[in-house]
């Protein structure tokens, strides 16, 4: 996870940029976008290292190991999948060629 810290932040802030039409010009604007995207993400970093290991020792308490990885890997699918059609749309090549 930690590799893709900066490249996700980076991502998200150039997003936010396009999608309130701030220039990298206009420093307020820009260090406030920076600074909230950073902190926000940092924050759910944080939170989920402190919340996955005790859903996944309640997983393993309960279901034992082999149920357990079949819970995760069908929530890790489902969760993709949510996040693919919701942030990507139908239209995200032409979104892109756009971009």
Known sequence: M???FVPVTSELIERLQVSLQVHVSDAAKYQVINDTVTDTFGLIFALTQFVTPLISATLYT???ARTMFGIV???C???ATILMIFNC???FREENAEF
């Open 62 to 64: 309960n279901y034992g």
């Open 2 to 4: 930690a590799p893709a």
């Open 73 to 75: 890997g069908i929530t």
């Open 89 to 91: 749309g139908r239209s």
């Open 77 to 79: 699918f489902v969760y």
